[in-house]
């Protein structure tokens, strides 16, 4: 089992507003990281240090948190945005990382 | 541009020992930590550890007993051991660079598909 959760799947129409998000105690202590992953390929940085995009990133993808929650928000989701989406963190009991179990959207 | 590139063996028997490397290329090994993450079919993201530049490792406590990583910097390229597989160690196998200190992987590779025989 994984310390941080994640919905198993979330859908979003064209164009919409859609929040994806993570739970777990370790995020009280330390920022969420979220990844992007399409079907055969590597993930992709998407959003760090709760709220910063590499540069390659649209501006669409935003993050945020509270408490033992973060949250990915992609405003205005993209037919290329369907795709799986994991968070991941340091873990609260030790050193290791983690990773959530993966949010698969679907964009309608 | 920061490129990662795994390589080693697509089949390895069972009991035995993955070996994998991955060659870095477009940036020193200096200030990160380079790691693996694998992913069995159909599954989500497992870490498995990470090693320094300076040789330093953190390992995930259940695979621990049976992990070794190791770094070449003047090589560019670190390595994986995961002894005594079993079919549950079937996964795609990715290296990924982060950010000393924290969790962010910033850089990852294709990944390598490794089965394990019977």
């Known amino acids: 089992s994984s310390e941080l959760t994640q919905d198993p799947a979330v859908s979003v129409a064209l164009g919409q507003t859609v929040r994806i998000t993570c739970q777990g105690d370790s995020l009280r202590m330390y920022h969420a990281s979220w990844y992007q992953q399409k079907p055969g390929q590597a993930p992709v940085l998407v959003v760090y240090?709760?709220?910063r995009r590499p540069s390659r990133i649209p501006d669409r993808f935003a993050g945020s948190s509270s408490g033992n929650t973060a949250s990915l928000t992609i405003t205005g989701a993209q037919a290329e945005d369907e795709a799986e989406y994991y968070c991941?963190?340091?873990?609260?009991?030790?050193?290791?990382?983690?990773f959530g179990g993966g949010t698969k959207l679907t964009v309608l | 541009q920061v490129q990662l590139q795994e390589s080693g063996p697509r089949v390895v028997k069972s009991s035995e020992t993955l070996s994998l490397t991955c060659a870095v290329s477009g940036v020193s090994m200096n200030a990160y930590n380079w790691g693996w993450i694998r992913q069995p079919p159909g599954k989500g993201l497992e870490w498995i550890g990470y090693?320094?530049?300076?040789?330093?490792?953190n390992y995930n406590p259940s695979l621990m007993s049976r992990v070794t990583m190791s770094i070449q910097t003047s090589r560019n390229q670190f390595s994986l051991q995961l002894s005594s597989v079993t079919a549950a160690d079937t996964a795609v196998y990715f290296c990924a660079r982060s950010f000393a200190g924290g969790s962010t992987i910033d850089y990852w590779g294709p990944g390598m598909l490794v089965a394990v025989s019977s």
């Open positions: 991941n963190s340091r873990a609260s009991t030790n050193d290791r990382l983690v």
């Open positions: 090693i320094s530049d300076t040789g330093s490792t």
């Open positions: 240090s709760e709220n």
